[in-house]
């Protein structure tokens, strides 16, 4: 029986766990819960059957797998104080927090199977993308013990080198920003043209639904997609152009970059290495 602890019982942990008991992948009497808040962790106890704890070496003390849902500005002081129970247990130990690497993770809390996840606000949806990463500690069990956990809210991929977590965040942890831009940029600039602002939003949200379903189901490419929809001498080629023409491609390359090194200078800023 898998005993799962979260700590922090914010909203991605909240998705998180309600995934996990709608599918019925774990049952609510196996997760517990550490929060301070009171009202969250009445809330949580109310909605989904789970064990809340305040005191977070309660919340750990029968964890097979342990998953941080806190800030990374505050993992250091949430894992110190827990690194001798940690220690002696060895849980596999599941991060959501940008910017801290194994390293630190491991210096904290003292455990040797770790997993750094990087999942996207669009998981309180059921629709996240979470980029996984494991130490080389991890066993297959644990492996798939994770990836359970982050289906529950999304799909899940592995990728092969601890670096390439700071480019799924600039991928698809800042991703759903990106598009939220694009959203509005398409609405102000319809309601700008004389449109009303509802029917711009739903127009807006519509078009954007429905690409991402057709790229989703398709056996092509978003770039034969493009080329479909986009008729010679038409009205998308003219607005097309007018993106190819301000370097729209290089705009999101610069961006993208921007976000990646963001991540590792988080790692630097926020890592054990800097409280030495």
């Known amino acids: 029986m898998t005993h799962v602890a979260f700590i922090g019982g914010g909203n991605m ?92 993770l491991r210096h904290w809390s003292g455990c040797q199977a770790i997993v750094r996840c990087m999942p996207n606000t669009p998981s309180l949806v059921n629709y996240g993308a979470s980029g996984l990463f494991a130490s080389s500690q991890v066993s297959s069990e644990q492996h798939q013990l994770a990836d359970t956990l982050m289906k529950s809210v999304g799909i899940t991929v592995w990728v092969q080198q601890e670096a390439d977590i700071d480019t799924v965040i600039a991928v698809s942890g800042s991703g759903p920003a990106y598009y939220f831009l694009m959203m509005e940029s398409m609405i102000e600039a319809a309601v700008a043209m004389g449109m009303d602002a509802e029917t711009a939003r739903q127009l807006t949200l519509q078009t954007a639904a429905g690409a991402a379903e057709m790229a989703r189901q398709s056996d092509v490419l978003p770039d034969e997609l493009r080329r479909r929809v986009t008729s010679p001498g038409g009205t998308t080629q003219q607005a097309i152009a007018t993106f190819e023409a301000a370097h729209l491609r290089d705009v999101v390359s610069a961006a993208m970059q921007a976000a990646s090194h963001r991540a590792a200078e988080m790692t630097l800023e926020l890592g054990a290495k800097t409280e030495k």
């Open 13 to 104: 942990a909240a998705a998180i766990i309600g995934g996990l008991v709608r599918q019925g992948d774990m049952p609510a009497s196996q997760i517990h819960v550490s929060d301070p808040n009171e009202q969250q962790r009445q809330q949580l106890a109310d909605n989904y059957g789970v064990l809340v704890y305040a005191d977070n070496e309660q919340a750990i003390a029968q964890a097979d797998v342990v998953l941080l849902a806190v800030q990374p500005q505050v993992m250091s002081q949430v894992l110190t104080p827990l690194q001798t129970q940690l220690s002696e247990r060895q849980p596999l130990l599941i991060s959501l927090a940008a910017g801290l690497d194994l390293a630190s």
